[in-house]
């Protein structure tokens, strides 16, 4: 009777408790500021110069390469519009994207300057088979334009 006692007030305390002994929700507040602060770091690639399909066992992978504001970024990605379903024109949208370089790694005031060739990116996508049904090409978005390649 005794131990059943002493199980139950146990329980009743991590019951009240529980939100100090599993976290408070802070630290979700927390990774969602930081994901958001991640996302903040990403820009448009200025241009997008080529895009070409591979295909692979179970589908395609995309790959762009762009032209990044400044040397020094990072991270390019393939960002899908619309949840990766296509457009009303049966195309998929991708927004072609790159991390800015840390200012305290590369400093505003003085801007590396450069060839093309150090300014661009490459980011590679995967679009299952799945995906493609109905689907007459991609378009890749930059932010002075983009491409089109159809199927």
Not at 6 to 28: H, K, Q, R, T, Y
């Amino acid at each position: 009777m005794r131990r059943n006692a002493a199980l139950a007030a146990i329980a009743a305390l991590l019951v009240l408790g529980g939100c100090s002994l599993f976290g408070s929700g802070d630290d979700e507040d927390e990774r969602a500021a930081a994901v958001e602060r991640a996302e903040a770091a990403y820009e448009p690639v200025v241009a997008v110069r080529s895009i070409e399909i591979g295909r692979t066992r179970n589908g395609i992978v995309i790959t762009a390469i762009g032209l990044a504001p400044a040397p020094g970024y990072a991270v390019p990605e393939l960002r899908p519009r619309r949840d990766g379903q296509p457009g009303p024109e049966g195309y998929l949208d991708f927004d072609f994207v790159a991390r800015a370089p840390d200012p305290a790694l590369a400093p505003a005031a003085n801007p590396a300057q450069g060839a093309e060739a150090g300014h661009r990116v490459r980011a590679d996508h995967h679009v299952s088979l799945r995906n493609l049904r109905g689907v007459r090409g991609i378009r890749v978005h930059a932010a002075e334009g983009g491409m089109l390649l159809n199927f």
